[in-house]
């Protein structure tokens, strides 16, 4: 069986795409097939595994559009078990043309488009944009469940009722079966007590929802630390695990594979 995981916190710059790709990428090392599914029109997930616009003809855009087939846009990465469907700017104007729509048929899209390439992977993991709009909302439609990454600094929790209630909502209506995989500190510097504040304060308001290796200690669940070397990677991009193997932030997100195997 396999699961649809989405990457999502409404807030910019949080770590998802950081969680997107090496969560993805630490699962395919642990022999699971994994498709990174990109629907950020940023792109940042397509550029952080390497592809630049020229090496690829077509995008999600196409897939949620011109109702390209997956199949016809899923790129082969440098680990084998990887594939990525890749994203492209041209993604911005979907959310114009989706929202037109009153259907809710164009909540539905990916969903649809993900159940003909489903049986060939064990994890689809999803990168979505910074917004709660159409495109996220077709994630969370296709999903079985969320990572939510939180930032370790100023404000983190503010923004996360927002994103738990548009999960509520979708819950309610489109998909009843989705469900929060977890929620994950990002960015944690153990020298800044704000960073400690917040995980104090994660811990306090999600004790149960935070990934853990051993479920029977309370006290040590996964934070990924502020690490160099996973802001750097995407510039060659590589995943942390084909770049540093041993960092911190590589052990941290294999550490959250191992957590989401079992
Ligand atoms: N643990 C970390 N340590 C150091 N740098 C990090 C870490 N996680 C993310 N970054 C860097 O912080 C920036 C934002 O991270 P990322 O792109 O993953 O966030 P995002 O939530 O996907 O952003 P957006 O909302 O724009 O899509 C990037 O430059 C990334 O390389
Ligand atoms: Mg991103």
Do not use: W
């Amino acid at each position: 069986m396999s699961e649809i995981i989405t990457i999502a916190n409404q807030k910019g710059g949080v770590g998802k795409t950081t969680t997107a790709v090496n969560l993805a990428a630490s699962l395919a090392v642990a022999e699971k097939k994994v498709l990174l599914v990109d629907v950020d029109p940023q792109a940042n997930a397509t550029t952080g595994l390497g592809f630049k616009r020229s090496t690829y003809e077509y995008n999600i855009y196409h897939v949620f559009i011109d109702k390209k087939k997956l199949s016809d846009i899923i790129l082969k990465t440098e680990l084998p078990q990887l594939h990525l469907a890749p994203s492209n700017i041209g993604l911005v104007g979907i959310e114009q043309e989706l929202a037109e729509s009153k259907d809710n048929e164009t909540k539905l899209v990916l969903k649809n488009q993900l159940k003909e390439v489903i049986d060939e992977y064990d994890f689809i993991i999803i990168d979505s944009p910074p917004a709660l709009g159409n495109i996220t909302i077709n994630a969370f439609v296709a999903s079985d469940s969320v990572i939510i990454p939180i930032q370790c600094e100023f404000y983190a929790l503010e923004g996360v009722a927002m994103v738990l209630n548009t999960i509520k909502i979708i819950k309610r209506t489109l998909n009843p079966k989705l469900k929060i995989r977890g929620f994950l500190p990002t960015m944690f510097s153990a020298q800044n007590n704000l960073s400690k504040d917040v995980v104090a304060d994660i811990k306090q308001n999600f004790t149960d929802q935070l990934f853990r290796l051993d479920n029977s200690k309370k006290d040590e669940f996964i934070i990924i630390p502020r690490n160099i070397k996973l802001a750097e990677s995407p510039s060659y991009g590589k995943p942390i695990i084909l770049f540093d193997i041993k960092s911190p932030g590589s052990v941290a997100y294999q550490n959250l594979a191992y957590s989401i195997l079992g």
